[in-house]
């Protein structure tokens, strides 16, 4: 191959490996775009003294909890995906570390606003045991893996902080999952039992894990 051959070569190079590196991040916030915007229908809700329904009784009679989830999920999942554009994140390293103590904040007051409303909010019609059970485990292991992230960042251990924050942010973002894994059964079968309904949740969080597990092992 001739010299002016490599030299044209070189950008097309460059533009592939370019391509794949937003892409995580773009498909990330678009997935966190349905949790955020109906969080900010239940922020409207409540800043607009909507009618008291079964629905949304309890977070209008304690609404702290439910908007400090709402405020801290939206903020975990939009600026969480920035974390994974390699490039970006290599050219402004002062931003990732910045970036990441907010995140490390979000997280934790999203899963545990996410642990409290579990355990002290009333049960909505349709919310059963099984389905508070997952939120209990899956919320502990947000905790849990956002606690195991830190402190291997204080040890100076990039590959675990960078594994176990991957975990946490595959949790914390399931909510955009969790509405594909509905979806098709309410349009095919109809109306969610209280059964169906756990399980299908809780398939959200278990394919965001499955891919987070593949990403860091991949990495």
């Not at 775009?33 to 009679?61: D, K, M």
């Not at 050219?91 to 642990?115: D, E, I, K, N």
């Not at 990039?158 to 595959?170: D, E």
Request: hydrophobic fraction near 50%; aromatic fraction near 8%; glycine fraction near 12%.
């Amino acid at each position: 191959m001739t010299e002016s051959g490599v030299r044209g070569a070189r950008p097309q190079k460059v533009r592939q490996a370019g391509v794949p590196g937003w892409m995580g991040p773009t498909g990330l916030i678009a997935l966190s775009v349905i949790p955020v915007v109906a969080g900010a229908l239940r922020l409207g809700e409540l800043a607009g003294g909507a009618a008291v329904t079964p629905a949304n009784a309890r977070f209008l009679a304690t609404p702290l909890p439910v908007v400090l989830h709402i405020i801290g999920a939206s903020l975990y999942g939009i600026v969480g995906a920035f974390q994974f554009a390699e490039g970006f994140r290599r050219r402004r390293p002062g931003w990732h570390r910045t970036a990441g103590r907010v995140l490390a904040v979000c997280g934790l007051v999203t899963a545990l606003s996410g642990l409290w409303m579990t355990v002290f909010y009333p049960r909505p019609p349709g919310d059963g045991d099984l389905l508070a059970a997952f939120r209990l485990v899956f919320g502990t292991a947000m905790t849990a893996s956002l606690a195991l992230g830190l402190a291997a960042i204080r040890r100076r251990e990039l590959r675990r902080h960078r594994a176990w924050m991957i975990r946490a942010y595959a949790i914390g973002v399931a909510a955009g999952t969790q509405a594909f894994t509905q979806l098709p059964w309410m349009l095919l079968v109809g109306p969610l039992g209280e059964t169906p309904r756990a399980l299908l949740v809780g398939a959200g969080w278990v394919i965001n894990l499955a891919v987070a597990e593949r990403i860091i092992r991949r990495r």
